[in-house]
């Protein structure tokens, strides 16, 4: 089953602890997709500036993403830079500059209105809320979120929440969202507004999922060497959803499974920077990353 994906499309300047890059393609809906089209055919809706060259994309058209929903303004593409210390699980915005993401109004296709599978990747919360209403009846809708809109936007942030079936969302940004240091009651207050799911990212800790009757922890892939985590909240969400638009049913046990993809997919992106890990992995190479997960989080009968 398809998914269609709405967010940002962007130039990111990037600086690690290990290097720099600057003006390389980037955004929530790029990470998105380059990650679900590993496991189902992605519809992508987005936009450019004139300043973004038209061949940015091949790759993503090469994997079967359909990039008619792909919008270009005259003007500039939106701009982010940040920069990771040596905890990389704390990222530090130096810019965020919309351009012409600013007056972005996301119209969906009328031929991309029934995909059953929704992603809304980190955008203002009122143009998730209008995604939304431009669709018929999803299966599964998904949103993540950023402290950006916490801060500047919470109660649309919590609008969004109450329309969706899962919210993916940093630990930082749960904290924040809820107003509390315990990450579990975060969870819960975000269930309570609805939700059949909550995501907590943890970055290199792992991901949690909770669900009114069940808790499933996955620690993050052991890696020596992150060259940059940019994208892993995204492109973890697009294996997860991947997984799941191509699984039989949503249950318990496939959405378990879901939570070891994203964390596969998302541990090859933080080992290069930007998409280019992302650019050239193989599902093949995802499932063998699951085997492993399955190995090392093993531990018998009690
Ligand atoms: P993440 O998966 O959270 O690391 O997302 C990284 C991507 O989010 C970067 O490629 C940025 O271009 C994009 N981004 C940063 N700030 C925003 C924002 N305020 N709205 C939408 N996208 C953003």
């Not at 994309?57 to 079967?64: G, K, M, N, S, T």
């Not at 969004?160 to 079936?165: I, P």
């Amino acid at each position: 089953m398809s998914i269609l994906v709405v967010g940002s499309a962007a130039f990111d300047d990037i600086e690690t602890p290990f290097g720099k890059a600057e003006h390389i393609l980037g955004g929530s809906s790029i990470y998105f997709a380059a990650a679900a089209s590993l496991f189902t055919p992605v519809r992508l809706v987005a936009v450019v500036g004139s300043d973004m060259p038209s061949n940015a994309y091949d790759f993503l058209a090469e994997r079967d993403v359909d990039l008619r929903g792909l919008q270009v303004e005259d003007g500039k593409t939106f701009h982010w830079a940040g920069r990771y210390d040596y905890d990389l699980n704390e990222t530090h915005t130096l810019a965020t500059d919309l351009n012409v993401f600013a007056t972005f109004a996301p119209t969906i296709p009328a031929e991309y209105a029934d995909t059953p599978f929704v992603f809304l990747a980190n955008i203002q919360p009122t143009l998730q809320q209008s995604v939304l209403q431009q669709v018929r009846s999803p299966k599964l809708t998904m949103m993540d979120s950023m402290n950006f809109w916490i801060t500047t936007d919470r109660n649309s942030v919590e609008q969004t929440m109450r329309l969706v079936d899962v919210v993916s969302i940093n630990e930082s940004e749960a904290r924040l969202f809820a107003g509390t240091s315990s990450v579990l009651r975060a969870a819960r207050s975000i269930l309570g507004l609805g939700p059949r799911a909550v995501l907590v990212k943890r970055g290199e800790y792992g991901v949690v999922l909770f669900t009114e009757g069940d808790y499933f922890a996955a620690p993050a892939y052991p890696l020596e060497e992150v060259s940059d985590p940019t994208g892993a909240g995204d492109s973890f969400a697009g294996g997860f959803m991947g997984y799941l638009a191509s699984a039989p049913e949503v249950n318990a046990a496939t959405l378990r499974r879901a939570v070891i993809y994203g964390s596969a997919v998302a541990s090859f992106t933080v080992q290069a920077f930007g998409v280019e890990r992302l650019k050239t992995l193989s599902r093949m190479e995802v499932e063998d990353r699951c085997r492993e997960f399955q190995r090392f989080t093993q531990f018998g009968e009690f």
